[in-house]
T-cell receptor
Framework: DQQVKQNSPSLSVQEGRISILNCDYT??????FLWYKKYPAEGPTFLIS?????DKNEDGRFTVFLNKSAKHLSLHIVPSQPGDSAVYFC????????????FGKGTHLIIQP | DSGVTQTPKHLITATGQRVTLRCSPR?????VYWYQQSLDQGLQFLIQ???????AKGNILERFSAQQFPDLHSELNLSSLELGDSALYFC????????????FGNGTRLTVT
């Protein structure tokens, strides 16, 4: 049973436009959510996180939105740059991370010139 | 550079063998996590240590074991290896275990032949 789902395996966006990556979760105990970016042959790199007490968190070009009632979060990247091409993983934890992070399978974002 | 060091980068071994993967966490991080990423799978949580003690277990097989040493480095031991154990194994560390982002190493790619 996949508790964190990223339903789009890939997404193609033009440079300069907005990239929106989506993530759905089923475990209502999740209270902390993160986005990671991964380049080939490297480990995942932490991008941004959000606690369940918030519905938005912004860091530069990256904004994460959380809709608890829909069990949905999204990552917005504005404007998209060529270096943003990577695989993006959504992750979630419950109980202060007592059972580690649960990851989605990732979305491959491709930024086209 | 995340500051998390994993060795070796690549490991090729035969079925039935035993291997040890090593991880040095970021300076100051007390928590170490191990994750497995198989083909077409997301990152699966294996086990977590905090300041030398096992904190949480995920989908870790009985043939696998781990430990965290007094200097906080960690080792993941995989024994009686099977073809299906071929995967990327990531180590991550964090300052504390509650709602802290994890910082990942670049992984060890294990190939079992």
């Amino acid at each position: 049973d996949q508790q964190v789902k990223q339903n789009s395996p890939s997404l193609s966006v033009q440079e300069g436009r907005i990239s929106i990556l989506n993530c759905d979760y089923t475990n209502s105990m999740f209270d902390y959510f993160l986005w990671y970016k991964k380049y080939p042959a490297e480990g995942p790199t932490f991008l941004i996180s959000i606690s369940s007490i918030k519905d938005k968190n912004e860091d530069g070009r990256f904004t994460v939105f959380l809709n608890k009632s829909a069990k949905h979060l999204s990552l917005h990247i504005v404007p998209s740059q060529p270096g943003d091409s990577a695989v993006y993983f959504c992750a979630a934890s419950a109980q202060g991370g007592a059972d580690g992070l649960t990851f989605g399978k990732g979305t491959h974002l491709i930024i086209q010139p | 550079d995340s500051g998390v060091t994993q060795t070796p980068k690549h490991l090729i071994t035969a079925t039935g063998q035993r291997v040890t993967l090593r991880c040095s966490p970021r300076s100051g991080d007390l928590s170490v996590y191990w994750y497995q990423q198989s083909l077409d799978q997301g990152l699966q949580f294996l086990i977590q240590y905090y300041n030398g003690e096992e904190r949480a277990k995920g989908n870790i097989l009985e043939r696998f074991s781990a430990q965290q040493f007094p200097d906080l480095h960690s080792e993941l031991n995989l024994s009686s290896l099977e073809l299906g154990d071929s995967a990327l194994y990531f180590c991550a560390s964090s300052v504390i275990y509650e709602n802290s982002p994890l910082h990942f190493g670049n992984g060890t790619r294990l190939t079992v032949t």
